[in-house]
């Protein structure tokens, strides 16, 4: 059986109450190369620059007190947890069960956490295949996506179909076994699918947009701050007198998402999202 993703979920406790900022997908991802580098620089270096494997990472999901519209505060003993999903080329997952179960310490923002455990999941190709009839498929992106569709320097700031499912079928194509790779009809898809944003009870669509911090490069003597910006928000995509084909494409492309992440910097905590095919 072909492995295509593993889903590792890892959980942490911080030793003491302490402030990290709201942003925390790219601390996420430093701190776990961090640990790496420790034990193993070159291939920490590896996984970095590697074009063979690809990295998302959720945010840290727990329990926590907003500071203030910069920080947040985390519990003393309580259980945090964040996922890292890797599309698996190298053999990275080993790598990633020695750091876990060496019972290691992460350093996010200059607090320490102690890893307290880890599950994995393990997907292939063949799971994410659609074989039934889709009636529609949901969205919810919970960490901000940033799609620069068509080479545009400008990023997307709303859930448009096309941006979305052509940023899906981009990813899919470098990644999938040749065999399981296809193109979208964008002329299908514009006339027989919709995006219907979530709205709140005066009908204004629930998404929202942000800039945030995907990593800090020097400048000079100071470190200066990189910034991406997209959406979040839930929104469900139907299908009008939509070819079987097309449903099906899209159905493994929702599937795929949750896994994947969606658009760019997924390996910083972007474009973390939660998808479901309705039936």
């Given at each position: 059986?072909?492995?295509?993703?593993?889903?590792?979920e890892?959980?942490?406790?911080?030793?003491?109450?302490?402030?990290?900022?709201?942003?925390?997908?790219?601390?996420?991802?430093s701190?776990?190369?961090?640990s790496i580098?420790?034990?193993?620089p070159?291939?920490?270096?590896?996984?970095?620059?590697?074009?063979?494997?690809?990295?998302?990472?959720?945010?840290?999901?727990?329990?926590?007190?907003?500071?203030?519209?910069?920080?947040?505060?985390?519990?003393q003993?309580?259980?945090?947890?964040f996922?890292?999903?890797l599309?698996?080329s190298?053999?990275?997952?080993?790598?990633?069960?020695?750091f876990?179960?060496?019972?290691?310490?992460?350093?996010?923002?200059?607090?320490?956490?102690?890893?307290?455990g880890?599950?994995?999941?393990e997907?292939t190709?063949?799971?994410?295949?659609?074989?039934k009839?889709?009636?529609?498929?949901?969205?919810?992106?919970?960490?901000?996506?940033?799609?620069?569709?068509?080479?545009?320097e400008?990023?997307?700031?709303?859930?448009?179909?096309?941006?979305?499912?052509?940023?899906?079928?981009?990813?899919w194509?470098?990644?999938?076994?040749?065999q399981?790779?296809?193109?979208?009809?964008?002329?299908?898809?514009?006339?027989?699918?919709?995006?219907?944003?979530?709205?709140?009870?005066?009908?204004?669509?629930?998404?929202?947009?942000?800039?945030?911090?995907?990593?800090?490069?020097?400048?000079?003597?100071?470190?200066?701050q990189?910034?991406?910006?997209?959406?979040?928000?839930k929104?469900?995509?139907g299908?009008?007198?939509?070819?079987?084909?097309?449903?099906?494409?899209?159905a493994?492309?929702?599937?795929?998402a949750?896994?994947?992440?969606?658009?760019?910097?997924?390996?910083?905590?972007?474009?973390?999202?939660?998808?479901?095919?309705?039936?």
């Amino acid at each position: 059986m072909l492995l295509v993703i593993n889903s590792i979920e890892i959980t942490c406790k911080p030793y003491e109450d302490s402030l990290i900022p709201h942003s925390t997908g790219h601390l996420l991802y430093s701190a776990a190369l961090n640990s790496i580098r420790k034990t193993n620089p070159e291939l920490s270096k590896e996984v970095h620059s590697s074009k063979k494997s690809q990295m998302s990472v959720t945010p840290l999901n727990g329990e926590f007190d907003r500071k203030d519209s910069n920080r947040k505060r985390v519990f003393q003993d309580t259980e945090y947890n964040f996922f890292i999903n890797l599309i698996d080329s190298e053999g990275f997952q080993e790598l990633f069960n020695d750091f876990v179960l060496s019972g290691e310490t992460l350093e996010i923002a200059g607090e320490d956490f102690k890893v307290t455990g880890m599950n994995t999941e393990e997907i292939t190709w063949q799971d994410m295949m659609e074989k039934k009839d889709p009636k529609g498929l949901s969205f919810h992106f919970m960490s901000p996506v940033c799609i620069k569709y068509k080479d545009s320097e400008v990023a997307e700031m709303y859930p448009h179909r096309e941006a979305v499912f052509k940023a899906l079928e981009n990813s899919w194509n470098r990644n999938a076994p040749e065999q399981m790779r296809f193109e979208l009809d964008i002329e299908e898809l514009k006339k027989h699918v919709n995006e219907k944003p979530e709205r709140n009870k005066y009908g204004d669509p629930e998404y929202q947009t942000h800039n945030t911090v995907v990593t800090r490069k020097k400048d000079g003597e100071n470190r200066k701050q990189i910034k991406a910006f997209g959406f979040t928000g839930k929104t469900e995509y139907g299908f009008k007198n939509a070819p079987d084909q097309l449903k099906k494409k899209l159905a493994i492309l929702t599937r795929y998402a949750k896994h994947a992440g969606l658009g760019s910097h997924t390996a910083r905590g972007l474009g973390n999202t939660y998808t479901e095919v309705r039936y």
